[in-house]
């Protein structure tokens, strides 16, 4: 099973950016597709982007399609999660997890990491 570790949270103005990081350990990392997930407090965990293991095929929850972007390196075991104009109602705790597929994924592995949070103030 692959180790996940995200990065790159933090605390924005409505309208600003961020890049999220996840870094995975173990040579089977390039043969996943790979998520984005998030949870807000009191709220489910919800999908945010998927990427196939090539990184040519994305695919976005209809609340961020046009402002975020996710993309991988495999030479560097980490996909990112670049957010662009960001909103109060994208505050939540973000999770990266290998996906079953990338269209209408689930998540594959039942560990998760300790995710990392992202705070945009209005």
């Known amino acids: 099973q692959v180790q996940l570790v995200e990065s790159g949270g933090g605390l924005v103005q409505a309208g600003g950016s961020l890049r999220l990081s996840c870094a995975a350990s173990?040579?089977?990392?390039?043969?996943?597709?790979m998520g984005w997930f998030r949870q807000a407090p009191g709220k489910e965990r919800d999908f945010v982007a998927s990427i196939n293991w090539s990184g040519s095929v994305t695919y976005y929850a209809d609340s961020v399609q046009g402002r975020f972007t996710i993309s991988r390196d495999n030479t560097r075991n980490t996909v990112y999660l670049q957010m662009n104009s960001l909103k109060p109602e994208d505050t939540a705790v973000y999770f990266c997890n290998a996906v079953s597929r990338v269209v209408k994924p689930t998540a594959l592995f039942a560990s998760w990491g300790q995710g990392t949070q992202v705070t945009c103030s209005s």
């Open positions: 173990g040579r089977a990392f390039s043969s996943y597709a």
